[in-house]
């Protein structure tokens, strides 16, 4: 069993910047990419950023060049930089670490923006 754990969720005004970070225990055998979704109230889980095992990212559109994914692979940690957050981007934030077992899900951290 995997056990996700977000941090950095919280308040912050149009503009600024946070940084989440989600770190993996457990009995983890093989960690394949880890990224991040997110979930407005009354709307679905989408999907914002990945990084693959080695490196390689993907971003969903709407936050290409302000969000920022990094990993720390010793320490089972994927990250989200968020710089210039809009009050479009409040919303719950999921981590997800995908392993040889198969996906396992955070309990999700919640970020909000307004003035």
């Known amino acids: 069993q995997v056990q996700p754990v977000e941090s950095g969720g919280g308040w912050v005004q149009p503009g600024g910047s946070l940084r989440l970070s989600c770190a993996a225990s457990?009995?983890?055998?093989?960690?394949?990419?880890m990224g991040w979704y997110r979930q407005a109230p009354g709307k679905e889980r989408d999907f914002v950023a990945l990084?693959?095992?080695?490196?390689?990212?993907n971003y969903a559109d709407s936050v290409k060049g302000r969000f920022t994914i990094s990993r720390d692979n010793s320490k089972n940690t994927v990250y989200l930089q968020m710089n210039d957050l809009k009050p479009e981007d409040a919303a719950v934030y999921y981590c997800?670490?995908?392993?040889?077992?198969?996906?396992?899900w955070g309990q999700g951290t919640q970020v909000t923006v307004s003035s």
């Open positions: 997800r670490i995908g392993t040889s077992t198969g996906p396992y």
């Open positions: 990084i693959r095992t080695g490196g390689v990212t």
């Open positions: 457990g009995s983890i055998s093989s960690i394949h990419a």
